[in-house]
């Protein structure tokens, strides 16, 4: 591939970093609200205590800038980041404005000392980032452009009840002043009490100007015949403008009245019919910031002229003033100062050099949901090492991702001084040592057997369902029922499906530019625990259900006959528009146990007395159509399904002993078309 050296403008950019040293210290954002619930007033904000950029040396320790170095260091570190909110809160804004900003200094974390009178959304995050470039990378390959490397040790994220309500309220505290905006012109400024004509006299009025009288201007013919006139003659109006070399004051100024009035979609409608009669007419367009001879090059036989010509050699970013403001001498200084030269010669760049590389990698993090901050917590989700890394190769336009995780842990509701532990992968016996999940995503791979490439593998999970954590869950998320939300929640998604005929030469066209995506997904078999009661322990019966092995491989299209429009029939082309995936699911199995029932060895048996569903495997061709959708099912082997009056009777009594979460009534809702509100 032809690839050009770095421009003006990339250059620049990069000696002002090599050169650039940046902090930022102590910055409090905060924002108080004591409309949306007078009685329990919010604020919420974030806290910065540094953010700094310094040049470094080769073993990442500050130091001046070495001006002989090819290669240039960056640290970046990032101190006691925290996000709150606050509910029931003290408002600064009730004080001075000195008070207000010795509070909000005195708020900034620092290392040694957090502040406590927060309800954190995320804990003081410390992060540090080292960062590499090479200046030189269209010509030295040793070392990328950019290299950065990210290190976060850990994140903690809490959210209790009290600040999901808040946050509820205030969501709709913003969709009531939405919908109320159109009428607050109309609004009386006095109370409700006493002034009950005043009052009604506000919602006819507000009804009326906004929802009924729009709409019958809006229909009427004389608004229909003045908005066509006014649409014609601001099309009129712009066709001599972008026909005109220099257009007159008076010219601009007559345009800016219909821009002011006619809404996006018919101004730019209006332009586009004026530049078309223009085009038809043959009279010449001016645009704005083009050259004589580039607005030459558009006209009718512009394509003849540029048929051939190698636009790579066009310079694609140019310097603008510099070549008015600067004399050669000082442009030629300035050009060797930043390492640019306007007659460099394009080169080729390897297909697998890396012009970018960024690593992150994260120690833990844990996300917390609570009834109180105070509180234990209701759910808690825990994750270690997590690493991910992301490279660009601009010689083959190609990206890379991968990610992997090593630990991934959620434990429920504290029941008996103990956190029953909900999902693990510690709790499951396997023979492989390596990391729970691992993705890997590329376009354009080295080996150019495919356009995009995707592996996911996984290690097996202990799934346990906890009664009590599940309708505590429930009940944290549920809204109050005096909520309103009309506004987020009545918002609509339409889709529209367009089927399209095609011609066998449009499906070859199809096929042959299909991008060929390279699949294999390798799930280890999880499995789900149903305990009685609701509650896991070894007295307790269980149903398990083993999820099974599975893998997901893409079929190659190697060895496939050539397609050829005359010699093929339509048919033959239709069923090669399809992308073909083995689907391949092993040793699904259903399981019923009593507390003295060993699970575990019969989970790995092919028949036992405690299997309610014998392990089954399940094959399944699955296709993606590329045009249209296959209808076609694909047919499962017969399943094995041994049960017994016992094992029925115990299901039952399993399921019907688990308790559920308690129903709330339905949140009441306003009309579609709500009125002036107080």
Known sequence: MLEKQDTFVEKLVTQVIKNLQVKISNIHIRYEDHVTNPNCPLSFGVSLQNLSLQTADENWTPCLLDEKSKLFYKIVRLDSLFAYWNVNSELYSNHSPDEALTFLKHSVAVQNMIPQDYDFIFRPISARAKLRMNPRSEVDFSAPKVDLVVDLP???????????????????????????LPYRKYRPDIPVHTNAYQWWQYVITGILEVNVKPALHMWSWRHIREHRQKVKRYRELYKIKITSKKPTEELLRELEEPERTLDIFNITLARQQAEMEATKAGQRIYRPGMKAEEEE???????????????????EVKTGGFDDLMTPAEKS???????YSETAVNHNLPKDFEDMKINFQLISMSIAIKEHKDKPEIIKLAVSDLRAMLSQRPGAQAIKLTAQLTSFEVTGLQRLKQSPTLLSSRTVETDSTGPLLTVMFETNPLDECADQRLRVESQPLEIVYDAMTVNSMSAFFMPPQDLQLDELTNATRMKLEQFRDRTSTGLMYVIETQKVLDLKVNLMASYVIV????????????????????????????????????????????SRAYDNFDVQLSSLQFLYSKPDGDWKTARKQKQSD???????????????AMVVTDSR?????????????DKLRGVLELIDSIPLPESHPTPRTTTNSPGPAQ
């Open 154 to 180: 850990e994140v903690a994220v809490e959210l209790n009840r009290p600040q999901y309500v808040s946050i509820l309220e205030l969501l709709g505290s913003v969709d009531m002043m939405s919908r109320n």
């Open 297 to 315: 090059s558009q006209g009718w036989f512009g394509w003849m002229w540029n048929w051939g010509s190698d636009d790579t050699t066009k310079e």
């Open 333 to 339: 200084k300035l050009y060797t100062a930043i390492g």
């Open 531 to 574: 305990p009685q009661t609701g509650f896991y322990d070894s007295t307790q019966n269980l149903v398990l259900l083993d999820l099974g092995h599975l893998k997901v491989t893409s079929m190659s299209r190697e060895g496939l006959p050539q397609l050829c429009v005359g010699r093929d029939t339509i048919e033959d082309i239709m």
């Open 610 to 624: 405690l299997h309610i569903l014998e392990p089954m495997d399940v094959k399944v061709l699955f296709k993606r």
């Open 633 to 645: 099912m694909p047919k499962a082997p017969p399943a094995v399904c041994r049960i017994s009056d």
